[in-house]
């Protein structure tokens, strides 16, 4: 993917990332109802709304590219290419899980698609991410490391941190900033002295860039030139994609610090519809094949509810397995 | 026979750390001031010039960030050798070991492992004061996922780093900076030390002194005394405090049938509070009297000299102790 993404969109693309924000949206929307029915429990983060920035982003990488998330991450393990199936079993905390059930909705892994989680405390692992990109640097490998947090992370310390430590290394990571504009449910106007966070990533002398994280064709064009100057440069980059998310930060969220009309406002511009519809205009796809698409996904979200419904509990015998390696040699 | 050599403790660190870069081009120091500076406490000085600026880096005042840093370089193939200056920093840096470090291989289902060695300057004894006094040993040692080493002696300060890089779980090692100037003989060929068994540092057959960090030269200077008034104590480092070796101390116990145990950090819920547990729950018919304890005294380590050693036991409180628990 080059620098010009719009012009040169391919049809096949066009209907696989349509497919993908497809698919997370309804997932994301089926993991809800298996909530409400207490197959899922514990915290559960929805992607709803933000599906542009985790579908323009990943697609930009290549298997190499080490990722890290956040607790809100099924939407980029979906993009990662990680299967439903062990994910829906993950949250419903089945062996059969991505992370053998140990995890839950916030800590997806999948080292075989180089997927680091799924980190939960906030701010957390954008140091994981400089030291990856780091050691990737030492080892003379060509990967990046690429970083997802939201607007609420950027006031931590350890995002200050790891800017700091990222731009003075010279270190390979794209830091994507997911600007939903609550951190839970305290407003980015509440949080933040300076709302246009792409100047934090200035002020250390990284390239940043703001985009439109509700424009999937927008957030690919700002990944695919952001991903090659990491490459060119070897140094890392701070995208942030303004973006919005639909429904309440968990499901014990009872959405009091906003208005419905500012979330009505925000679903006007949601990024599914948008594309969808650029792809019909520009003859990338049809309306018979849109529909098969949100077939095909209908059936790959029933099959990993089933997935998970005839996935087995582990025994409490393993208890305390994974606490330290079984591995004994390096 | 083995001969041996006389050297500080610094030195032993020193030549651990050599060793290690030598042995694995995936090893590197990271850590303020290791670089140019030579280290907070010269026990890198040199490094730089030998193995130059990728292998040892100096790192900004970001204790969170570096410390995630190495543990994100660990789960990428590196095996970093990171160094939080005095663990009184480490307390910056919780997040990463807590919540990153340990959890990262259980949250994953076994699929990540983090190599990352972590070292910290630990422990009283030179008049910092209460902010740079700490001994954190049984907050780490809480915490399951990590393994949480002692260096008591000069004989670990050369070998635990080493057997710390066998291991592919992240390893914290409390290195004591009140005896790095102590000069002590160890054999020539000593080197990795097994991270997973304390050692019976003084045998004996009248009590069991239970220690770790600095408590073990106090113990085994107390245990010296203590034979000339007849007394034979073993004395137990138990040095790997996380996960503990319990066998070793309950044979100890089991076969002098009385125990003191004795550490800086203060007493509530404490390493020697566990310790004291296990043996009441493995081997309480084994006792001829209670088990005793001495550790800090609960209070911020104050700066005056007199009042910093009333703070920690001292070898003359050991000896009075055991002398009392004996002879009654």
Not at chain 2, 243 to 267: G, I, M, Q
Request: charged share 25%; glycine share 8%; aromatic share 8%.
């Amino acid at each position: 993917m080059g620098t010009k993404a719009n012009s040169s969109l391919d049809a096949n693309l066009g209907q696989n990332l349509l497919k993908q924000m497809i698919l997370i949206r309804r997932f994301e929307e089926r993991a809800a109802e298996e909530y409400t029915k207490s197959k899922i429990r514990g915290f559960l983060h929805l992607y709803v709304g933000e599906e542009a920035v985790a579908v323009g982003v990943v697609q930009a990488l290549n298997q190499e590219d080490y990722l890290l998330s956040t607790y809100r991450e099924h939407g980029h393990a979906l993009a990662r290419g990680m299967n439903p199936n062990v994910i829906m079993a993950e949250m419903y905390g089945k062996q059969e899980g991505c992370s053998k059930g140990r995890g839950g909705s916030m800590h997806l892994f999948d080292s075989s698609l180089n997927f680091f989680g799924g980190n939960a405390i906030v701010g957390g692992h954008l140091p994981l991410a400089v030291g990856m990109a780091l050691a990737s640097k030492k080892q003379n490998k060509k990967n990046i490391t690429s970083c997802f947090f939201g607007e609420g992370a950027a006031a931590e310390g350890e995002f200050h941190e790891s800017l700091n430590l990222a731009a003075l290394w010279e270190v390979p990571v794209l830091f994507v900033c997911e600007n939903n504009r609550y951190a839970m449910g305290t407003a980015l106007k509440y949080t933040h002295s300076m709302e246009d966070l792409e100047k934090k990533g200035e002020a250390y002398g990284i390239r940043s860039v703001a985009v439109d994280g509700m424009d999937l064709l927008a957030v690919m064009q700002a990944a695919a030139e952001a991903v090659e100057f990491i490459r060119e440069t070897g140094k890392p980059f701070f995208l942030v994609c303004k973006t919005y998310r639909f429904r309440a930060h968990s499901m014990f969220d009872a959405e009091l610090y906003r208005e419905k009309s500012e979330v009505e406002e925000w679903k006007k511009k949601d990024p599914i519809p948008k594309f969808k519809e650029y792809l019909l205009k520009e003859n990338l796809i049809s309306q018979a094949l849109v529909d098969e698409l949100e077939r095909d996904v209908e059936q790959e979200i029933e099959n990993s509810v089933a997935f998970a419904e005839n996935g087995t509990w582990e025994e409490a015998s393993n208890l305390t397995r994974f606490v330290y390696s079984e591995l004994k040699q390096p | 026979m083995t001969k041996n050599v006389s050297l500080t403790y610094r030195e032993a660190l020193k030549m651990a750390i050599r060793e290690a870069l030598h042995k694995d081009e995936r090893v590197f120091l990271m850590g303020e001031d290791v670089g140019r500076y030579g280290g907070a406490f010269a026990v890198s000085k040199g490094l730089l010039q030998e193995f130059g600026p990728d292998r040892i880096m100096d790192v900004p005042l970001s204790e969170s960030g570096f410390t995630g840093a190495g543990i994100g370089a660990a789960l990428a193939g590196m095996r970093p050798i990171v160094e939080v200056m005095t663990v009184n920093f480490s307390l910056l840096a919780m997040d990463q070991l807590f919540n990153n470090a340990a959890t990262l291989l259980h949250m994953s289902g076994g699929q990540l492992n983090v190599p990352v060695i972590i070292r910290m300057g630990s422990g009283i004894g030179r008049q910092l004061a209460a902010q740079h006094s700490h001994s954190w040993e049984p907050f780490f040692a809480h915490v399951p996922g990590l393994i949480v080493l002692s260096v008591g002696t000069h004989e670990d300060a050369r070998g635990m780093l080493l057997g710390a890089l066998e291991s592919l779980d992240p390893v914290i090692l409390f290195e004591y900076t009140s005896m790095l100037n102590l000069e002590k003989e160890i054999p020539e060929d000593s080197g990795v030390v097994d991270i997973s068994k304390s050692k019976v540092r003084r045998e004996g057959t009248d009590i069991s002194l239970i220690t770790y960090g600095t408590g073990v030269y106090k113990c085994l200077e107390a245990a010296e005394a203590l034979e000339k008034e007849g007394i034979k104590a073993e004395v137990i480092d138990l040095r790997v405090l996380r996960p503990l070796d319990e066998a070793t101390f309950l044979a100890s116990v089991r076969k002098t049938h009385r125990a003191l145990v004795v550490e800086d950090a203060w007493k509530s819920v404490s390493i020697s509070s566990e310790i004291v547990s296990r043996i009441m729950e493995k081997a309480f018919f084994d006792l001829d009297a209670p088990v005793e304890r001495l550790c800090g005294v609960e209070v911020p380590i104050p700066y005056p000299k007199h009042l910093e050693d009333a703070s920690v036991p001292q070898v003359s409180d050991i000896v009075e102790k055991v002398k009392k628990m004996i002879k009654p």
